[in-house]
């Protein structure tokens, strides 16, 4: 079996991927592709990863597993799994300058109870420069510096995290994105978590479109793409690129980031570090970048 799993990271899908899963739960089931209810799994999941802190897994473990997670049903030939606090809660995103410290480990237990099947990670990454300060906000600690562990945010890095996991499960194939790329490349990433085909229909292709374009935008685009039934994926990605331009949401694309002592020289610092990182991590052996 295919066991794919989308682990967040945080603030950048607020479990809009696992929505648009559900929608085509019956249709991906009727191709092998499993879609159980986040419910079924991700607390389970959770409880399972922390008791192989205290001995090795029951043989059955896996077995008794899927069989909770899929309510009984048959075993997919593909199982798609998702939750941004698979690494860690928020207020521990960061710990003395490592991003999800801990991560390869968990990863590495995650391969180790499905031992038998093949694992595939999928990650968005995001612009440190409003990364940090949004897990922050969703952290107890006053202060932003005790947060972070006393490390500079510009020495922080993705590809970090990226390399650790490499180094511990090199047999697992890992997808990565540029969260800021997610509204041109929805529809792909539900394909490609999905192992379908580049052109085959899903349901809920456009919904994240639908939520940081205005009303008539997406009457226009929807129209557009009527006239225009023969678009590969590029030409789409530029059409969605030009609609966005014309009609986009301001409030949903402009990120204001208010920490004490940051500058809009620190912002674009952080951010020149962010392209730079981002092309480090496409280099990494057995890594997909997946960019418009």
């Known amino acids: 079996m295919q066991v794919v799993l989308h682990a967040g990271a945080h603030n950048t899908d607020e479990d809009r991927l696992s929505r648009c899963l559900m929608k085509n739960r019956d249709a991906f089931g009727k191709r092998g592709i499993g879609v159980p209810r986040p419910a079924t ?18 043989p059955e473990a896996r077995d008794t597993l899927l069989s909770s997670i899929l309510e009984g049903a048959e075993a997919p030939d593909r199982l798609l799994l998702s939750n941004e606090n698979f690494f860690s809660v928020p207020k521990v995103a960061i710990n003395k300058g490592v991003i999800y410290p801990g991560a390869e480990e968990k990863v590495a ?39 972070m562990g006393g490390a500079d945010p510009r020495h ?88 966005l331009d ?17 500058t809009d020289e620190m912002v674009d610092t952080l951010s020149d570090l962010y392209d730079e990182d981002v092309f480090q991590i496409s280099r990494i052996p057995g890594v997909t970048m997946i960019d418009p």
Request: glycine fraction near 4%.
């Open 41 to 58: 799994y991700r607390r389970l999941i959770r409880d399972v990863l922390q008791a192989m802190d205290k001995g090795a897994l029951a």
């Open 109 to 147: 237990r995650f391969c180790a109870l499905f031992e038998r099947d093949e694992v595939e990670l999928f990650l968005a990454i995001r612009n440190p420069a409003t990364f940090f300060p949004a897990v922050y906000a969703k952290s107890p600690t006053e202060d932003f510096l005790d947060f």
């Open 156 to 243: 922080v890095l993705w590809s970090e995290l990226i390399q650790r996991i490499r180094d511990r499960v090199p047999q697992v194939a890992m997808t990565i994105w540029c969260n800021e790329d997610t509204p041109l490349l929805w529809a792909q990433l539900v394909r490609e978590i999905a192992g379908l085909e580049h052109n085959e229909k899903i349901t809920g292709g456009f919904d994240l479109l639908s939520e940081i374009m205005v009303p008539e935008g997406m009457k226009r685009f929807r129209a557009y793409l009527k006239e225009h039934p023969n678009m590969n994926e590029m030409q789409k990605r530029r059409v969605i690129a030009a609609f």
């Open 246 to 262: 014309k009609f986009a949401k301001e409030d949903e694309l402009e990120e204001e980031v208010d920490l004490p002592g940051w």
